[in-house]
């Protein structure tokens, strides 16, 4: 008898257990850019927490927007700024009552040599040949840049100096390799990088950056991608996010 129970134990266990995976499911993640770090890592934790995957694509925000326009298969949109999702919504693409503010970014002029330690000295100085910008027509952090050098009244000395980068990643490869000797970069970034130099450009200077998430309709009966935007707001991601440089108290 003793031994037909464990047996019937056995069995429940492997039947828990083979059942899993086939609860487990995946969902695919449109990532601005700058998160690409911190939401590699993030999807890890969400793997581990939930059983589900989180497939992930990056790019810069206007440029996912188009893609989910032109019917690219992501399921949820994780942006560097709120228009991206509100457009979405208004274009009847996304979910308006899921969208919230994951994180606020902050943005850094960095140099591989360490002048960008001089903030604005640095730019107003002129003695190099190129500053990288993500585009400001498609990337948050390129419209920032362009805000900042506005503000500074040095965007018309440097246009002839600037390179736009397609993305802010593609921005930073810009500075990085030496194609650039400046660029203007997410802290999240060069947060754990003890090369270089940085310098936090202050709020003063540009629009806050608030990144907005929002469900797109194609996820909307994808328990994965419910599962993933509920991750997002849960305290072990907040704390990923907030170590990566961001903010996360006071947005919506």
């Not at 994808?222 to 305290?235: R, T």
């Amino acid at each position: 008898m003793r031994s037909f129970a464990q047996a019937m134990i056995m069995a429940l266990i492997l039947a828990l257990t083979s059942a899993l995976p086939a609860r487990a499911g995946s969902t695919h993640v449109a990532v601005a850019a700058n998160f690409m770090q911190t939401a590699t890592t993030i999807a890890a934790a969400f793997k581990a927490a939930t059983g589900h995957k989180a497939v992930l694509s990056f790019g810069a925000s206007g440029g996912l927007f188009m893609q989910i326009t032109q019917g690219a298969p992501y399921e949820i949109l994780l942006s560097a700024d709120q228009d991206w999702p509100r457009k979405a919504v208004e274009a009847g693409l996304a979910l308006g009552e899921t969208r919230f503010t994951y994180a606020i970014g902050a943005l850094v002029l960095w140099s591989r040599d360490g002048r960008a330690t001089l903030g604005d000295e640095a730019l107003r100085a002129g003695d190099f040949r190129k500053i990288a910008i993500a585009n400001p027509a498609s990337a948050p952090y390129g419209q920032a840049a362009l805000e900042t050098l506005e503000a500074l009244k040095l965007a018309a000395v440097l246009a002839p100096k600037i390179v736009q980068g397609a993305s802010i990643a593609q921005t930073f490869q810009f500075a990085e390799t030496g194609n650039a000797e400046l660029a203007f970069v997410a802290l999240s970034q060069v947060i754990n990088r003890t090369d270089g130099g940085r310098w936090l450009v202050p709020q003063s200077l540009y629009k806050p950056l608030l990144q907005d998430a929002v469900l797109l309709n194609t996820g909307q009966a994808n328990d994965a991608a419910g599962a993933f935007m509920a991750f997002l707001k849960s305290p072990p991601a907040r704390a990923l996010i907030q170590r990566q440089g961001y903010e996360t108290g006071g947005a919506r």
